[in-house]
């Protein structure tokens, strides 16, 4: 195993077993898969490449298991590096005892590291300082050791009106905020409240005074607790961002029967985690007493706020892990939709008084023709858009049509059904495809680059017309964030949201796998072991010297080294190229075992690769040696029967209701067509072609209970829905897909439907949040808010 090293250099032995011991722990594998996985990305290899590739290395684990094991490691790395710092800080101050030196050690998470540091961590003057600075600690000490002691009259030994003591009083205070910092320093009693507060604690909310009106959409949490340990993400990141909008007071407390107890639920744990018996009893002395305030003194002054804050801040972390995560899902699920292949598509991209904006490209995606036609207000040119939409699909070999959906999405593939059915002979199919960050593509530089004297707006209808054809291929030119299917997604940590959803783009790429002789520098930038440099660097030498014949060309490729080669080389497809081979997903340096299974069968890789009765009778263990064992040779297995196989489902499209083209358009009851365009932990929005996406929430997804909304749906999917209930004034639509439930008496406004939604990428107005809980919903809302 390679040395796991940090930023700062080598940890030592002991640490390099920690880490893998908490790894073995947490992932549930054993130290020799941990140990070879985790020398492996040291080493520089990509989670894809080590999923697929090393498969007998790691023992199979996958790609899911290794991105957490990356994770995971930078944390505990980070863990060990804090540790060693905390244990010299403690040793150059001379404070390291052994019993210290073992704590330290044994300490498993950062919180448990900083709690004991916390005695020792250097900090500005405290008012325990300062008593201790007038030489009050033997007092403190005092009283502490002996349960006899009169408090008052020991402190009257130390009043000192030259030190700032005039009294005893003054004297007893100064003890007391020494072992107030003591106790509230103590890692055993931090351990112990911060457990009991977040297995008991509640988070309280209440409208902070006077933005009743101000904040109405927050209505909902005017008054309202929820235990900690049941707070959902998106109920944690609305009560946050209504605090972060001044509308909303936070705190933190226990049931209110336990808050009326005396001592102090939390007061009491202090006393007892402390060893301080009796201090609450009715015949307690004065020194139980006094040492009993001191506990109250140390619970609300001291760790009441700091518990506060730490325990909604990781109310905050986990709710963004768990937005992050449900991001990526669908970001994941968006990215793997079905391709529609290489056919020629002409994208339209609607717009009213701007005209809509037409992109012809061929089967290879390539941009053929554009134009702008004015079938709607107010130019009203209907026969003149189909007369040139007639002649460019002709004059193309056009198949399919892209319509956007955005504004003037249902008019404009009214348009498109006109152009079918006066040009049958056309054989035209028309399709309409979510405009996710098609705006954001239009502007960016890599747009600019690849159409340079193409007008932004036009930009649009190409972007749209690719997708149609290969969505991975285009959605990768986007910055993942701009394409609109998280929750709360700019509430949540930037940095972590933006490694995820890379990690997730990195997968999907290398999942399905790029030809790298038509790939665009940005789909080439996320294949394993590329990065921007290199990608560019293959496309210009494409544009120089024509097409990759086989993969070894690639290392002709100028900065295209054997590390590269190594990591890329299994995703790279060269379609019609010299080796059947290099378009499947068969590693080069796996070839020998290829040759090795033809020379057993006798025959040729092009009557083999593709035919599965070629390899009948034979067995994968048959050609295991000593660098691949049974997994790889079982998947190359596979790559001969079905070479280069996509992980993507079969195209399929929704059918939106003819007639149904706006709100106004909607009464409950209808059953319809529709697309999952996000879904969030309380539902699913959906697509209905009425430019306003509805909610299915998550107790309409199924009969069945559901806990996960993905269990049921994902975006892109195609489901039938029944609209329960339509609210124009508020822009909502809430749907079902249980049709044996009641729609709601039509509705024209006042009351919320609880749907939400709109479109993607800046096109309409994008609602993802938790919507109010009223109308139809109502019931199945106020479930979700208990």
Known sequence: MSMVTDP??????????????????????????????????????????????????????????????????????DMESRRAAILASIDQQGKLTPELREAIQAADSKQRLEDLYAPYKPKRR??????????????????????????????????NAEAGLADAKAALDGARDILTERFAENADVLENLRGHLWGTGLVYSKVA???????????????????????????????????????????LGLDPELEAQL?????????????????????????????????????????????????????????????????????????????????????LDPGIRTGVKVAAIDRTGKLLETATIYPHEPRRDWDGSLHTLAQIARRHRIELIAIGNGTASRETEKLAADLMKRHPELGLTRIVVSEAGASVYSASELAAAEFPDLDVSLRGAVSIARRLQDPLAELVKIDPKSIGVGQYQHDVDQRELARMLDSVVEDCVNAVGVDVNTASAALLTRVSGLNSALARNIVAWRDQHGAFASRARLMDVPRFGDKAFEQAAGFLRVANGENPLDCSAVHPEAYPVVERILAKIQADIRKVIGNREALKGLSPAQFTDERFGLPTVKDIFGELEKPGRD????????????????????????????????????????????????????????????????????????????????????????????????????????????????????????????????????????????
């Open 263 to 347: 001592p102090h639920p939390c007061v009491a744990r202090i006393a007892a985690v402390l060893g301080l018996d009796g201090l609450f009893a009715p015949a307690a002395g004065p020194r139980d007493k006094w040492l009993g305030e001191v506990c109250r003194w140390t619970w609300r002054v001291k760790l009441l706020s700091s518990f506060e804050t730490e325990l909604i801040g990781r109310l905050r972390e986990q709710a963004e892990a768990e937005a992050i995560r449900v991001f990526a899902m669908n970001l994941k699920d968006l990215l793997l939709a079905a391709p529609a292949g290489p056919k020629a598509v002409l994208g």
């Open 8 to 77: 700062n250099g080598a940890l030592d032995a002991q640490a390099q077993s920690r880490i893998i011991a908490q790894l073995v722990q947490e992932l549930g594998a054993r130290p020799d898969q941990i140990g070879a996985a985790v020398a492996l990305l040291d080493d520089g290899a990509t989670v894809p490449f080590i999923a697929r590739y090393r498969k007998e290395a790691t023992g199979g684990l996958d790609d899911t298991v290794l991105r957490n094991l990356e994770l995971r490691l930078e944390y505990l790395r």
């Open 209 to 251: 005074e006077g933005k009743e009106a101000e904040g109405a959409n927050f209505r909902d949490w005017f008054d309202f607790s929820e235990p900690l340990r049941t707070l959902p993400s998106h109920r944690v990141l609305a009560l946050l961002r209504g605090r972060q909008q001044g509308v909303l007071e936070l705190r």
């Open 126 to 159: 405290t008012r325990a300082q300062i008593a201790r600075e007038a030489g009050l600690e033997p007092l403190a000490d005092a009283i502490l050791a002996d349960r006899s002691a009169d408090p008052q009259a020991l402190a009257a030994g130390y009043v």
């Open 647 to 786: 992980p993507r489902p079969e195209f399929k499209t929704a059918s939106f209701k003819e007639g149904v083209e706006t709100l106004k358009d909607l009464l409950p009851g209808m059953v319809l067509e529709g697309v999952v365009t996000n879904v969030a932990n309380f539902g699913a929005f959906v697509d209905i072609g009425v430019h306003q996406d509805g909610l299915v929430h998550i107790s309409a997804l199924s009969e069945k209970f559901v806990k996960d909304p993905r269990d049921v749906v994902r975006v892109g999917q195609t489901v039938t829905v029944k609209v329960l209930e339509v609210d124009l004034q508020r822009q909502r639509i809430a749907l079902t897909m249980r049709m044996s439930d009641d729609a709601a008496p039509a509705r024209r406004g006042g009351e919320a439907a609880g749907g939400g939604g709109g479109g993607q990428g800046g096109r309409r107005p994008a609602r993802r949040e938790e919507p109010a809980p009223q109308g139809a919903m109502a019931a199945a809302f106020a479930k979700l808010k208990r």
